[in-house]
């Protein structure tokens, strides 16, 4: 087929439930019959992004699929307003399906249009205990034999109505448990979900480096990175690299963290930050710095698939973030991809490599999700969950 202008015939959302989340699927459809997937999963806004979805959408209609740097433009800069987890969602959706159909019109898959492959295969890590760290150890030892070789754990919700002190000292106790369970060759990475202040972040650290993890995760809200300063360099004192960045939404708000040195791993999640188009440019920005990308992907099949391709085409890119959700993942994808215990290998087929079943998004609706969604202090106050 040839890449004429192919204009955009319809866009259409599917919300169903993940096993854990729920996850929002997109489809735009050309008018020549292409179609192209993309996903909008925004754990605890599902409405709100599906109607933001529907009304961006019907703007597109009309535009050419082919042309995603110019459908990103109007979609971003001709609303006025700007930014934000739903208005980004809902422009990351479209953009990941129009690079879906570009692919699937040229024949090739998608990491082909953004200059890859840079490598073989994607290394990927699984969360360990994050929703049950009593199970911690056990569940760690059950990931080590199977062949994975990193694991992410923290971001301990109920353990907001602690003190401080016991806050630190339980995560201390745990990260022991899960090295001595897994020993010193895998690789582990510590999610602090951005719950503390500076300074706790930093005894937090101090406390945990015994341990050796890889990268300490969000230390502190992303509202303000330049606080992370004195917390980034008491990391490296220890060795442990900084990572955020799945609250970021654009490569301007990524601008000031990398022009100050204040991170080393960057964290994009390809279905709230402008999708392929925008993260292919949060890479190269980073890349200027020498700071490494690890896509923020707690999501579905899509969102996986479109951070694979990007995987595979940037040069800076560490590692992706991997739920596997089964079997809700298998039962809603046409030739579903197999997915290794420490990588990801893409398929050679045109486009993204993913096609979902309507009928199985369909049979199974939206539900209640286990994700955290209220934390509190022992006094009743409101934290950061």
Not at 67 to 81: D, K, L, P
Not at 328 to 341: A, D, N, S, Y
Request: charged share 25%; with cysteine; net charge negative.
């Amino acid at each position: 087929m040839t890449a004429e202008a192919d204009p955009i015939a319809s866009v259409d959302v599917f919300t169903t439930f993940g096993g854990v989340r729920n996850w929002t699927f997109v489809r735009v459809e050309t008018r020549s019959g292409v179609h192209g997937w993309g996903e909008a999963s925004t754990e605890m806004w599902e409405r709100t992004v599906e109607a933001a979805v529907r009304e961006l959408g019907d703007r597109l209609i009309g535009h050419d699929a082919l042309a995603s740097e110019s459908v990103w433009q109007r979609a971003t800069r001709h609303g006025f307003w700007r930014g934000g987890v739903i208005l980004s969602t809902a422009v990351a959706a479209i953009d990941i399906a129009l690079w879906d159909i570009r692919g699937k019109h040229l024949g090739v898959p998608v990491h082909r249009l953004l200059g890859g492959p840079t490598r073989e295969w994607v290394p990927t890590y699984r969360h360990v205990g994050i929703y049950d760290a009593d199970a911690l150890a056990d569940e760690a030892t059950r990931l080590a034999e199977s062949g994975v070789r990193t694991m992410k754990t923290g971001a301990w919700v109920a353990d907001s109505t602690l003190p401080e002190r016991e806050r630190i000292t339980r995560a201390t106790r745990r990260l022991a448990a899960l090295r001595a369970a897994v020993g010193d060759d895998i690789e582990i990475l510590v999610d602090n979900h951005g719950r503390a202040r500076p300074d706790e972040a930093i005894r937090y650290i101090n406390a945990i480096a015994d341990y050796r993890p890889s990268w300490i995760e969000e230390p502190i809200a992303p509202e303000q990175p330049e606080l992370i300063a004195p917390v980034a360099e008491a990391a490296r004192r220890h060795g442990i690299s900084l990572a955020f960045g799945e609250r970021l939404f654009s490569r301007s708000e990524f601008r000031a963290p990398l022009e100050s040195g204040l991170v080393d791993i960057v964290q994009p999640d390809l279905c709230h930050a402008g999708g392929i188009t925008e993260t292919l440019k949060i890479a190269a920005l980073a890349d200027t710095y020498r700071v490494d990308i690890a896509p923020h992907n707690p999501a579905g099949p899509v969102s996986t698939a479109a951070a694979a391709h990007v995987a595979l085409a940037v040069p800076n890119f560490r590692i992706l973030e991997l739920c596997p959700d089964e079997p809700r993942r298998t039962e809603i994808v046409h030739e579903p991809w197999e997915i290794l215990p420490d990588r990801l290998v893409v398929p050679d087929r045109p486009g993204l490599g993913v096609d979902l079943d309507i009928d199985a998004l369909r049979a199974v609706p939206a539900h209640p999700i286990s994700v955290p969604r209220e934390a509190y202090r022992a006094d009743g106050s409101i934290a950061d969950v």
